[in-house]
């Protein structure tokens, strides 16, 4: 099983959609969380770190479900700048980062 | 915030050569680096783990004596890439960090073409 699965898509929504994705990881020890987006043939760049609370920034909300080891992103009114990659992410307290394969949006007008 | 400089952001070489890939962190000291490489439509995968004055710690399957990594400074480390194959062709990104207490910060990747 790997260590950071998602539904690696794609996903195609109109502008305006509301997009969820889910993500699980397999590592009860798991100690950080964050989604990544990453643009086509560019590096990653963090989008938001996940926290037990759950967490909002603009358009864009969290989850982390530690029971259920699951953690999810919620995008509404999408944008078509919102068209890229989404990688959930974990640390395990070591230091290096885990990635998961990603989960492909496209939003159309 | 944190700046990441990878460089070359793209290069092709031929078969056989060696391609030396720099990370530097700019506004920072980056006590460990970290190598990932991305081939398409996959996850970063990380190859190693590097510590400043220290030898690299590889992952499994990644073989060190062709994936050469330095870190001589805390800020600069590099990957050198020998003997390079066209099975090698890859975005290697790198990703460095101030510390526990500190963000992740990625440079911008290289893409390598090996012909």
């Known amino acids: 099983r790997k260590e950071v699965e998602q539904d690696p898509g794609p996903f195609n929504v109109p502008e305006g959609a509301t997009v969820a994705f889910n993500c699980t990881y397999s590592n009860s020890a798991s100690q950080s969380f964050f989604w990544y987006r990453q643009d086509c043939r560019k590096e990653p760049k963090l989008l938001m770190s996940v926290y037990s609370s759950g967490n909002e920034d603009g358009r864009f909300t969290a989850q982390l479900n530690r029971a259920s080891q699951y953690i999810s992103l919620l995008i509404r009114d999408s944008k078509l700048s919102d068209s890229a990659t989404y990688l959930c992410v974990v640390n395990n307290g070591g230091t290096a980062l885990i990635f998961g394969k990603g989960t492909t949006l496209s939003v159309s007008s | 915030g944190a700046v990441v400089s990878q460089h070359p952001s793209r290069v092709i070489c031929k078969s056989g050569t060696s391609v030396k890939i720099e990370c530097r962190s700019l506004d920072f000291q980056a006590t460990t680096m970290f190598w990932y490489r991305q081939f398409p439509k996959q996850s970063l995968m990380l190859m190693a783990t590097s510590n400043e004055g220290s030898k690299a710690t590889y992952e499994q399957g990644v073989e060190k004596d062709k994936f050469l990594i330095n870190h001589a400074s805390l800020t600069l480390s590099t990957l050198t890439v020998t003997s390079a194959h066209p099975e090698d062709s890859s975005f290697y990104i790198c990703?460095?960090?101030?510390?526990?207490?500190?963000?992740?910060?990625f440079g911008s990747g290289t893409r390598l073409t090996v012909v």
């Open positions: 990703s460095a960090s101030g510390g526990p207490n500190y963000g992740y910060t």
